[in-house]
């Protein structure tokens, strides 16, 4: 053995252990990194390039078990892409039993897919990245050049591999975990119904699109506060649901986590909102968190209101005339008297005028059916407003002794398309109330102008008690009547007013109303000329 030789021989076996203690150093580094890393791409990328340079190979790949069973490539490093799908023959049939464990003679299988891709490569290395006995996934390390892999380079890349199959396991793990909540978002902020997620200590933790919509709440002012504070509900007499009836503060007996209320948007809108609460418990039956199902029953408790106010109107509206004709049928049929022929007339003439009263009101509550089943069928013709107008006066005169008119139409006011007993409904209903509605009696003006945009209008002014600004809107939905003293000894449906809105719309109008209160009111209605 000549000198220099056995200077190296000496050298080798010296710097050896260094080497090694070097090797594990940097091996635990990575480790160390790899653990720090949760998102797969990442770490995939960092795994085969720490496993490349570690053991001194030009490429490396590695495969994970699909939801089949089979493996595909999900990194790769040296390796053209496009020639990556070529290296099949590497990890095809690698999960079957006779080759679990460390994977030995490669080289036939190196040979195949080199030439198949390619790519000179001379030597290959490869372990299973494998989790309690089952393996996720193959690193595979090449050499261009240079000497075969040793024992020591398997060795070193199994302690390597176990390392990354546990930072690959967790990273999928999160990664799934993460894709699953997600979609768990996703589904509570698209929801239809608002969701709102609270702590034990009831402060907001999610609050939806929906929630946003529906309360006039941006997500940036509800999170982090107390859901009391923002969701604030109260009782239509105004007591705070949320301070004397939340059902997780006070809860009930019948355990319903239940609570209703009134909210006012910052808009003005007053909405009713129904919150459905459903703990979650942990393994300790702690509460953790708290998720409320948010809905609007705005119009569901509406419809309860209209039921009630339907009911109330009937039977208060059924009853007078009912009295009335049994009364004077009762009178008139009494045995022992002998009516003249002007008592009679008189109690026939009431009894026909109660039984007409009933018959309208039969006659709107039909047509207010008809309306929200259907909209209204119009039968069109040409039709002159202001001879109508004049007819309706005529015939309204007959029937109060306080009140003027004043028809106000130009000559030549044009004549329009129109259903006429319809539009003759309309004008009837609106001087009728301008009689009802200004029992001081006065001037009740009738006319009509050309508007702009080829349509023209009517009005009906009074001076009478008015209607107040929170009422002008609602003046035309079903059985809503203005509350105040003239209104509850008047009798009434509330439904004039509703139809009125009907017949104009179904002309494709609008109807208004300009009105102060003490001084009267003036109705508008626009309709369209061509």
Known sequence: MSGGTSWQLVLHIFMLPDFRLRQREYLLEISRAMSARLDLSALLELTLRSAVELLAGQAGLITL???????????????????????????????????????????????????????????????????????????????????????????????????????????????QVSAERERLDAIIENSGDGVMMINPYRIIQTWNKALVNMTGIPAAEAIGRPCYAVLNLRTPQGVSVCHTACPL???????????????????GLAITLADNYSPQFNEEGKIVQIIANVRDVTRLREADELKQTLLS?????????????????????????????????????????????????????????????????????????????????????TTTDKHTFALEFPEDFPAIQGDYERLQEVLTNLIGNAIKYSPGGGLIRVGGIVGENNTLRLYVSDKGIGISPGDQERIFERFHRVDNRLTRQTPGTGLGLFLVKAVVEAHNGRVWVESTPGQGSVFWVELPLG
């Open 65 to 175: 078990r699909r939801d089949d069973g089979t493996f595909s490539p999900h990194a790769s490093i040296g390796l053209p892409l496009q020639a990556v799908p070529l290296f099949e023959p590497l990890w095809r049939d690698l999960e079957s039993e006779e080759n679990r464990g460390a994977i030995s003679d490669m080289s036939l299988r190196l040979a195949l897919a080199s030439k198949a891709a390619g790519v000179p490569l001379r030597q290959v290395v490869a372990l299973p990245l494998d989790i309690g006995g089952e393996a996720i996934g193959h690193i595979f390390i090449f050499r261009t050049r240079g000497a075969a892999f040793g024992s020591n380079d398997r060795q070193v890349l199994s302690a390597f591999a176990d390392q990354a199959a546990i930072a690959v396991q967790n990273a999928r793990l999160y990664q």
């Open 313 to 397: 109107v009937i039977s208060h509206e059924l009853k007078t005339p009912v009295s009335i004709i049994k009364g004077y049928a009762d009178t008139l049929a009494r045995e022992d008297a002998d009516w003249d022929k002007e008592t009679l007339a008189e109690g026939l003439a009431a009894i026909e005028e109660e039984a007409d009263r009933l018959d309208q009101l039969i006659n709107n509550l039909l047509e207010a059916s008809r309306l929200q089943a259907g909209g209204v069928k119009l039968r069109l013709g040409m039709v002159d407003l202001s001879d109508m107008a004049r007819n309706i006066v005529d015939k309204l005169q």
């Open 249 to 267: 503060v006070h809860p009930p007996t019948d355990g319903r986590l239940y609570a209703e209320g009134i909210h006012h948007r910052a808009d």
